[in-house]
């Protein structure tokens, strides 16, 4: 490229599936509890398809979701339909599973909840809960304010239709996410740290089978698989350096 080139920000469309996997495995980087991963990954995408914060937030903000101490959350009770909650400081992503669970279950017996938030980071991002809500058919809204966070949720009949479930997590199915080309990229380098590092014993125990080091194979090589043990026993009998990029185990 020459001095006068100025490169491109292409947009391409991320697969949710691609998502989920980069979103779980950086998630896992963070020492976030695998029980926990899964919702919290909900949150970011909902995040990303409504227009919040999404995947950039979490390029930027992942250190805040480092081993969360969840025993910092406090909820109080202000009445049979009213709850306050402090954050404890905790990210919105971390609490909101825990907080819609509340706010629900409030909402089923009582007939509406209301759920007053104070403490958290990134509280802006607690604008998705109306969106996660309607998988449960629980009609919600929020309002932000500096100092406080108000979710109001209703009573409300399961979602019988894709559309009604959850029309961000159907259109991302269908287009996917479009995110800039930069961002897409940095998004797999920050996951690949939960990946192990390119070396002659990764490469031995990737795939169905295990190459010893007298140079036998374990295991049943699948028919339709393009595995090569020859390149294996090269690579295993081989003196020369080992890269150190990642790889994507097969």
């Known amino acids: ?3 006068a080139e100025i490169p491109i920000d292409r947009s391409i ?4 599936r691609e998502a989920r996997m980069y979103v ?3 998630l896992m980087t963070c020492g976030l509890p695998s029980g926990a991963v ?3 990954t909900e949150c970011i995408l909902t995040s990303q398809s409504a227009g919040y914060g999404g995947f950039a937030s979490l390029l930027r903000d992942h250190g805040d979701l480092r081993m969360p101490d969840f025993t910092r959350l406090r909820v109080t009770d202000v009445d049979p339909c009213t709850l306050a909650v402090d954050a404890g400081e905790l990210h919105a992503w971390i609490f909101a599973p825990t907080l819609l ?3 629900v279950d409030v909402a089923r017996r009582q007939g509406a909840a209301t759920l007053r938030v104070r403490n958290a980071r990134a509280s802006d991002e607690l604008r998705i809960l109306p969106d996660l809500a309607r998988r449960h058919g629980a009609p919600a809204d ?3 304010h500096d100092a406080e966070v108000t979710l109001r949720v209703a009573n409300g009949s399961p979602p019988r239709q894709a559309e009604q479930w959850d029309p961000l997590l159907l259109r991302a199915l269908r287009y996917g996410y479009r995110v800039n080309e930069s961002l897409w990229r940095d998004l797999h380098a920050l996951s690949n740290g939960a990946l192990a590092r390119d070396s002659v014993v990764s490469r031995r125990h990737a795939g169905p089978v295990i190459l010893l080091d007298d ?5 049943r090589q699948p028919s339709d698989d393009d595995y090569d043990p020859d390149m294996l026993k090269s ?3 081989s003196a020369a350096p080992v890269p150190t990029h990642s790889v994507r185990p097969r």
Not at 215 to 219: L, M, Y
């Open 235 to 237: 690579v295993a009998s």
């Open 38 to 40: 899964h919702a919290v």
């Open 142 to 144: 929020v309002e932000c």
């Open 1 to 3: 490229m020459s001095g």
């Open 101 to 103: 669970d509340l706010a």
């Open 13 to 16: 469309a991320m697969s949710v």
């Open 24 to 26: 779980g495995r950086i």
């Open 215 to 219: 140079g036998t194979v374990v295991g």
